[in-house]
């Protein structure tokens, strides 16, 4: 059985409180990351007084991540204590609507009652499953058994039922032992997926699980889609949720919309009728209207959409905002609705007063709060928080932002003992005039009089941005000497649409204009930066633009490229959302095939001088192994300094969510590569050396 545990954090362990300051400190290692403590998922109390949240640590011995259940005062007052034990994978914390029953998911083991279905789980399958955890004392105890597990759960407002996904398909109705093959058999074109791999013929269907006996009920079906996302409606008789009904999801559909249904199942509604995708369904507090974020064409932004529930004309929640809506949801008030976004380099809690129409920001300051939990009655929100210093911690704050309090201290005691790098913010123009955000790393210890190299860094996407975050690596790279410069090229989010379409039609264009006007201006501001030793980097399409460096200019003396794009043309036929490039080529590839070939770094790889070391993974469906391959092989018929480095049972998330030992060896690989070709170091050894 699992226990409750009420262990309280002790000095040397989790590090909740600060500690004092230690004589001597070191630099960032890439070995550190096997400390690191994470929060995430908080999760108020009915009451507003605590919070539960996830806390991961790594079991180095293990080679995993270990997520396990904690409690947090709000007042900051009482200690924290832990409620999973050592060993069990938990997460999705979620209270009942009383406070008395906390439910989780977790892959523990337990054994399946004698009155369980036929499809229930065998004991030995290791899939997450729905627990209940009594907060007055006892033991966690199983509540589903599904034969594929659970997830996405939310409890019903009466506290009688939860909701949650659970994927079903026509295979569930074999024995392994009976499957008359082995081969994998596709008739659409999307037929694999970076996290999840090849798929198989299942799909995800919400169920409705009584809360006392366990007992599931599969209230949507369909072999051609998956339901997501399911919302409860404040008196607890339908739930609302995400779907293609086209049945073309799986050949590159994009036709999501918000559907309702009955607790018990039956007929649908169709909320919105968007042609793109359309998602985060969230009920007002009187269950009359359901507000969702929509896209009315492809690339554009998605905008706030309020609508009735019961089916009508939905309408724009407010008149203005050129920001991308993340974590919906209603409240504080009863006419207002709040959400995330990333904006200029940092992201942050915005609310949309629905009377004025008006959207403002409610957190601020250089860096990134996300996944908030607001409870208006108990006047009081918590979230999490980052910045270049510092991994996420938790904080409470009045609904407004006022009266912030730090709740957690992770980590705290590595802190104190590290020598951390500051990072400056830098706004420069581009060669056409356009601003662009612009960051440097300092090396540590930095000194006056002295050069240093300087490592400039892609971010991916490009639809995404760096800013104001933890960067392990960028620390390391501090550490080893090392400046670092980073920025938002247009095809950045977080500066609007006009921005993040700046590069349509352009890869290769303005976005490279854009980095190395970054890398001119950190370099006329900062005349301690060794020309001679520049090094650049960049993973997925900071990858790609890594390799369109490199077969550009030959400024830099080294190159570190991972999981990158080389070549448009084999790379649309391969990676798992099929010919994914033609909204940033203006049409599909056998339409144009000579803009692709052009925009491919792989047509300039006879350029090339710069070392160049490629870090690609076995399993990367969304940049195919094949992408790297091409581009070592390249290099090496040209007579460039080239090494492959190939990650077994990685995908394309390596750097984010892969083993821990291969996030740390990756890290490693790109502080030997820079050592050596930066440093001049011929000694410098590969990670893998005897």
Not at 485 to 499: D, I, L, V
Not at 645 to 674: A, D, M
């Amino acid at each position: 059985m699992m226990r409750l545990h009420r262990v309280f954090f002790m000095v040397g362990m989790l590090a909740w409180a600060a500690f004092p300051a230690a004589a001597a400190k070191r630099g960032v290692t890439a070995e550190d990351y096997f400390a690191f403590r994470s929060a995430a998922d908080p999760r108020l109390s009915p009451d507003g007084k605590q919070v539960a949240c996830v806390v991961t640590t790594i079991d180095q011995a293990h080679n995993r991540r270990e997520n396990s259940l904690w409690v947090v005062a709000v007042d900051g007052q009482s200690a924290p204590r832990r409620l999973t034990a050592e060993g069990s994978n938990c997460t999705s914390p979620r209270w009942s609507p009383d406070g008395t029953r906390l439910a989780f998911l977790s892959n523990r083991q337990a054994q399946p009652p004698a009155s369980a279905s036929p499809t229930a789980a065998p004991a030995d399958q290791a899939r997450m499953q729905i627990w209940i955890l009594p907060m007055g004392g006892g033991e966690a105890q199983a509540l589903t058994h599904l034969k594929n597990g659970a997830s996405a759960i939310q409890w019903s407002p009466d506290g009688k039922r939860l909701v949650a996904l659970s994927r079903t398909g026509p295979s569930d109705k074999l024995a392994a032992d009976a499957r008359p093959s082995d081969v994998r058999h596709y008739t659409h074109i999307l037929y694999n997926f970076n996290d999840t791999g090849w798929h198989d013929d299942k799909r995800s269907h919400i169920f409705v699980i009584d809360a006392a006996t366990g007992s599931a009920s599969q209230i949507t079906a369909g072999d051609e889609w998956n339901d997501t996302d399911p919302q409860w409606s404040p008196d607890a008789t339908r739930i609302a949720f995400v779907s293609d009904r086209t049945g073309l999801e799986y050949e590159d559909g994009r036709a999501k919309n918000i559907w309702v249904v009955a607790a018990e199942g039956g007929a649908l509604t169709r909320i919105s009728d968007h042609e793109f995708g359309d998602s985060q369904p969230r009920w007002s507090p009187d269950g009359s209207a359901i507000a969702f974020a929509g896209e009315v064409a492809r690339r554009l932004f998605p905008k706030i959409y309020i609508a009735p529930s019961a089916g009508g004309q939905a309408r724009l929640a407010a008149d203005e905002g050129d920001l991308i809506p993340s974590a919906l949801h209603w409240g504080p008030g009863p006419r207002e609705l709040s959400f995330e976004a990333g904006y200029r380099g940092t992201q942050h809690l915005f609310r949309i007063d629905l009377d004025s129409r008006k959207a403002v920001q409610v957190s601020n300051g250089e860096r990134a709060v996300h996944a908030v939990d607001t409870d208006a009655r108990a006047g009081v929100m918590a979230y999490l928080a980052n910045d270049f210093q510092h991994l996420d911690d938790l904080y409470a704050a009045a609904p407004d932002g006022s009266g912030e309090r730090q709740l957690t201290h992770l980590n705290a005691e590595l802190w104190n003992g590290l020598e951390l790098a500051a990072v400056e913010r830098m706004p420069y123009r581009s060669t056409d005039g356009w601003e662009i955000d612009g960051f440097l790393v300092k090396p540590a210890g930095w000194q006056p009089g002295k050069k240093y190299p300087l490592v400039l860094s892609i971010h991916g996407g490009p639809a995404g941005q760096y800013g104001v975050d933890w960067y392990h690596e960028f620390q390391v790279y501090a550490a080893r000497g090392w400046a670092v410069f980073f920025c938002n090229p247009r095809g950045s989010t977080g500066y609007g649409q006009k921005f993040e379409r700046g590069i349509l039609n352009n890869w290769g264009g303005m976005d490279y204009a854009d980095v190395m006007a970054g890398l001119d201006a950190a370099i006329r501001q900062n005349p301690w930066i060794d020309t001679g030793k520049l090094g650049v980097t960049g993973g997925s399409y900071g990858g790609y633009l890594t390799n369109w460096i490199l077969g550009h200019t030959t400024r830099f003396q080294a190159a570190v490229t991972l999981r990158s794009v080389s070549n448009f043309i084999s790379d649309d036929g391969t990676r798992d959302g099929a010919y994914g490039h033609q909204d940033d080529f203006k049409g599909f590839l056998f339409d144009d095939f000579e803009q692709y070939w052009d925009a491919s770094p792989l047509k300039y790889a006879r350029n090339v001088k710069t070392p160049t070391l490629i870090l690609h993974s076995d399993n990367d469906f969304r940049v195919p192994l094949e992408q790297g391959e091409q581009w070592f092989r390249a290099l090496k018929h040209y007579g460039v300094t080239a090494e492959l480095v190939i990650f077994p049972r990685e995908n394309h998330n390596l750097t984010r969510s892969g083993e821990p030992k291969h996030l740390v060896e990756s890290l490693n690989w790109q502080c030997y590569w820079f050592d050596r070709f930066l440093n001049g170091n011929t000694a410098a050894r590969p990670p893998d050396a005897y």
